[in-house]
């Protein structure tokens, strides 16, 4: 049985008259304020729970974070991903335009450029923690000209360049991240960032950053 007109507006009522009441009594401003800052609040603590895990990820040994990323690329490897049928002229001539490529405002971070064929992936690219920029036949298919190619590498290049795979690869278990780097406990360290690194996409502020990043590259080469 539907609820009748009485029922369904007497909560919508008596809400409307305690908002009266804390008026009367300046509560209003009160409540608002609160609002306010548990809106504050929230958004800080997104902000450090970013922050907090690229301070960890940064302190994991190196040997760490390439241990990962290769066994993620094993995994993927053995899962979805194909040996690439670009020519090896084609694979040359795309590190060889990618590498000259000038940086503004300091040197590239170390990269390596992997090319896979997607199978059931179909076009992607994505980077690994360890330096990795997987790319597949597919996605490289989809671009018309070199430099298009260049400009979209260059995103996944500001994504290694902002440590957004191994910020990523550990802000699903920071303490216990924090825990095994404070033990030395490579196993599990590595276990950590192989499950958790992300491959295939990060978030719209990562996202932004990186675009930001390679418009500035592709501005500096003209």
């Known amino acids: 049985m539907p609820d009748s007109p009485s029922r369904v507006t007497r909560p919508v009522g008596r ?7 804390l008026g009367r009594h300046g509560g209003q401003r009160v409540l608002l304020a609160l609002l306010g800052v ?5 958004a800080a603590a997104h902000f450090l729970e970013r922050e907090w895990a690229a301070w960890i990820g940064q302190r994991a040994p190196t040997s760490w974070v390439q241990a990962a990323s290769i066994q993620t690329l094993q995994r993927l490897d053995a899962s979805v991903l194909q040996p690439s049928t670009l020519s090896a002229e084609t694979q040359s001539s795309i590190l060889t335009r990618f590498a000259s490529l000038r940086v503004p405002e300091g040197d590239a971070p170390l990269y390596e450029l992997v090319f896979r064929r997607g199978g059931a992936m179909g076009a992607r690219s994505f980077t690994l923690a360890g330096g990795q920029i997987v790319v597949t036949d597919e996605w490289v298919a989809q671009f018309a000209d070199s430099r298009a190619l260049l400009s979209a590498l260059s995103v996944q290049l500001g994504h290694l360049q902002n440590h957004d795979a191994l910020r990523s690869s550990v802000d699903h278990a920071p303490l216990r991240m924090l825990l095994a780097i404070f033990r ?3 196993e599990t360290g590595t276990h950590i960032m192989s499950v958790n690194q992300p491959v295939l996409e990060h978030d719209a502020h990562c996202e932004q950053e990186a675009r930001d990043f390679a418009q500035a590259v592709m501005r500096a080469n003209p």
Do not use: E, F, K, P
């Open 184 to 186: 030395g406990d490579a």
């Open 15 to 21: 809400i409307a008259a305690v908002w009266r009441w």
């Open 38 to 42: 548990a809106v504050a609040l929230t």
